[in-house]
């Protein structure tokens, strides 16, 4: 049966969103001298907003609130479900300290490098909880999945940069640009690579062919290739729209990838 509904990808979504966009503001920070004041604290707000739509979607998929603070409060270490929990509540502690820091302008810039350690856990262990389900063969390799979560943050932060900070978009856009180089090149290998089980090589043919193709091609096409060649040919307000597609190109991705695997019966 299908375990996890429709809050798993729409939370590996929001979480991209967030955390990428973190990432995105310490690596204009260090290259490009940093946001002014307003943009930052803008970014700061859509994070905790999109982490916030995060917490709030885990709950959900675990049903009871309560099993939220249990998980906190009585620790499973091994469990990567604990362990994402005390990483979100972590990033969104330090997130909410650069906060205090914008707004008192107290020169708090350590706070990055904190806070790009855990927005790059927060990012990626979904990857180690989705492998944690040992049965499900198309998510037995973490380490693929951590790149490809990572680029969808990266790609994810890169869209929220160009609408908080538009003098950043050009900068931006060539992020975007090769994130999704990367996450066209992620896809494509996971697709063309022999598989060595039968289970990847059904939910590959799923993924493909079946039922849940058309969101596939969909987010392949529409939120990939057309996106990146608006990124190619235009500039200005395009930009924005080419990086809505990329986000829906995620979220549909995303959304295949959970979801496929879970149709295929456990024998």
């Keep these: 049966g299908v375990l996890w509904g429709w809050e798993v990808p729409a939370y590996v979504w929001t979480k991209a969103i967030a955390t990428g966009t973190f990432l995105m503001m310490a690596?204009?920070?260090?290259?490009?001298?940093?946001?002014?004041?307003?943009?930052?604290?803008?970014?700061?707000?859509?994070?905790?907003?999109?982490?916030?739509?995060?917490?709030?979607?885990?709950v959900k998929d675990i049903d009871r609130p309560?099993?939220?603070?249990?998980?906190?409060?009585?620790?499973?270490?091994?469990?990567?479900?604990?362990?994402?929990?005390?990483?979100i509540t972590t990033f969104g502690g330090l997130v909410s300290l650069k906060m205090l820091d914008?707004?008192?302008?107290?020169g708090f810039d350590?706070?990055?490098?904190?806070?790009?350690?855990?927005?790059?856990?927060?990012?990626?262990y979904t990857a180690f909880l989705f492998n944690q389900a040992r049965a499900r063969d198309l998510w037995q390799t973490p380490i693929q999945s951590v790149i490809h979560m990572l680029v969808h943050a990266v790609m994810a932060g890169s869209v929220t940069m160009m609408i908080i900070a538009p003098d950043s978009s050009q900068w931006m856009a060539n992020i975007l640009f090769w994130g999704i180089v990367a996450n066209v090149v992620?896809?494509?290998?996971?697709?063309?690579?022999?598989?060595?089980t039968p289970d990847t090589k059904k939910a590959i043919h799923l993924m493909l062919k079946g039922y849940y193709?058309?969101?596939?091609?969909?987010?392949?096409?529409?939120?990939?290739?057309?996106?990146?060649?608006?990124?190619?040919?235009?500039t200005g307000n395009w930009v924005?729209?080419?990086g809505g597609m990329a986000l829906v190109g995620i979220y549909l991705t995303e959304y295949v990838r959970i979801r496929v695997p879970q149709m295929i019966p456990l024998s």
């Design 27 to 58: 690596v204009w920070h260090y290259f490009n001298g940093g946001l002014e004041s307003s943009s930052e604290m803008a970014g700061l707000i859509t994070i905790l907003a999109f982490m916030g739509l995060t917490g709030g979607l885990l």
């Design 66 to 87: 309560d099993r939220f603070l249990y998980v906190l409060l009585r620790p499973q270490w091994k469990s990567w479900l604990v362990r994402g929990a005390y990483i």
């Design 102 to 106: 914008n707004y008192l302008q107290l």
């Design 110 to 124: 350590w706070l990055w490098i904190p806070g790009i350690v855990f927005a790059g856990l927060g990012a990626v």
């Design 186 to 196: 992620i896809m494509a290998k996971e697709i063309l690579m022999p598989h060595d």
């Design 213 to 234: 193709s058309k969101y596939f091609w969909f987010g392949a096409t529409f939120g990939n290739l057309a996106s990146a060649v608006i990124l190619l040919t235009f």
């Design 240 to 242: 924005l729209f080419a």
